[in-house]
């Protein structure tokens, strides 16, 4: 006897460039396809590092975890270099398996992580009719030349941009990280007078894992905590300026570093800033060593360079920073967060990285960890606007809404 699963209310096929074996993959793409999975039949292709499918019980152990969740896990190889021949290389295998696995599952929907996977999506579109979500994850394109890695002149640049323009048209849902990309995206010449279906769903944290413990607060100096890169984006240097100002208020406070590959450029810094080490404490860390490590964090740093694309960013972050009760220091321009941040009362924004403002900025942000409810106001925040199954509720909306109407 055959029993069918009536609640499994559609049925889509899920692409991202990222691996899942990766931590992004792990709490971004996962963290929602593993809740989403009670109610959607879920087909995942992604591209994984050479050196994550080494770990065999890493691999072995996420294949039975998604086996017994009933999804279905095709992972591909990445291609790094050189850069736009791998791409394209990836975008070829891609597109193959895709068309293969929609076709041999009747498969209706597809989603497609950011940029590089919404040009086999869009490709499923225009020869299969599939219903396809635009995942843009931020300004990709505008990312790369802000970045400093592309020129507008480059032919590159106007390629990613055409594509830009055809996901954002051919796209039944595309689903946005901020309010602010929303807003901008409107005005583009080329969506007026189009009804385009936006989403914002930003990126979200399990609050079940992240939370606070206050009686190991208790018994510690003052742990000012860094997460994540240090290059590129992040004006790094400001940030351990900012710790002398609160060890100078402060000296016994301490800082912790939390990082991937970056710790030779972070010591070197540290050294030329003057930062007794023994304060500091720089670490590469699992995703369960982060969660550990920011239930010890009285407060938590990042700033980003200011850029037109950082219109599109949601850093990841600031919810689980939120979540943990921990206020933030950070600066104006970054997606929704200063709106966020100040709406809430859990952070503080700097307008500016002058002497005045970080001092003033540093000040503000000690009196933020003496309130008696800043960790009650910091988990609100997160529940309000970082809450993993509000994420997975709105993405279920959209997989209801798209499965109905193409029956």
């Not at 597809?110 to 994850?137: E, G, P």
């Not at 301490?254 to 003057?274: C, V």
């Not at 037109?308 to 600031?318: E, I, N």
């Not at 943990?324 to 997606?335: D, H, W, Y």
Request: proline share 2%; aromatic share 12%.
């Amino acid at each position: 006897m055959i029993f069918l699963n009536i609640n499994k209310m559609a049925k889509f096929l899920y692409i991202s460039h990222d691996g899942l074996l990766e931590p992004l993959g792990q709490s971004q793409v996962l963290g929602y396809l593993e809740k989403l999975s009670n109610s959607h039949k879920i087909f995942i292709i992604s591209y994984e590092k050479e050196k994550d499918m080494l770990h065999v019980d890493k691999v072995n152990f996420l294949k039975k975890n998604l086996n017994k969740k009933d999804i279905h896990w095709f992972p591909l190889k990445y291609h790094k270099k050189p850069a736009v021949i791998a791409t394209l290389f990836d975008i070829a295998i891609g597109l193959f398996f895709s068309l293969y696995i929609a076709l041999r599952y009747h498969i209706k929907i597809v989603h497609a992580r950011s940029y590089t996977a919404s040009v086999i999506a869009l490709v499923l579109k225009k020869i299969i009719n599939m219903r396809y979500i635009f995942d843009m994850r931020g300004f990709w394109v505008d990312e790369r030349v802000d970045g400093g890695m592309w020129k507008k002149s480059d032919y590159i640049f106007r390629i990613s941009k055409w594509f830009e323009k055809s996901f954002l048209v051919n796209a039944d849902v595309v689903v946005s990280l901020t309010k602010n990309a929303v807003d901008e995206m409107k005005m583009f010449p080329y969506l007026e007078n189009r009804d385009i279906k936006f989403k914002v769903i930003t990126t979200c944290t399990n609050l079940q894992v992240f939370k606070p413990d206050l009686t190991i607060k208790q018994k510690q100096p003052f742990v000012l905590g860094y997460v994540g890169s240090v290059g590129v984006w992040y004006m790094f240097d400001e940030a351990l300026y900012c710790f002398k100002l609160i060890q100078e208020i402060m000296p016994n406070a301490r800082m912790h570093i939390i990082n991937k590959g970056g710790h030779d450029f972070i010591y070197s810094r540290l050294n030329i800033l003057g930062i007794d080490l023994k304060y500091v404490l720089v670490e590469e860390l699992d995703r369960d060593g982060v969660v550990e490590s920011m239930r010890v964090m009285n407060a938590g740093i990042f700033f980003y360079r200011q850029a037109y694309s950082k219109k599109a960013t949601a850093p990841t972050k600031l919810g689980e920073f939120l979540a943990s009760g921990i206020p933030c220091l950070t600066n104006k321009g970054v997606g929704d967060t200063s709106e966020i941040l100040e709406k809430t009362k859990c952070g503080i924004v700097l307008s500016n990285f002058s002497k005045e403002e970080m001092e003033r900025g540093v000040i503000l942000l000690l009196s933020l960890t003496e309130d008696s409810c800043i960790l009650d106001r910091c988990r609100s925040a997160a529940l309000d606007y970082f809450s993993l199954d509000d994420g997975v509720k709105s993405y279920n909306e959209i997989y209801e809404t798209l499965g109905r109407d193409k029956d």
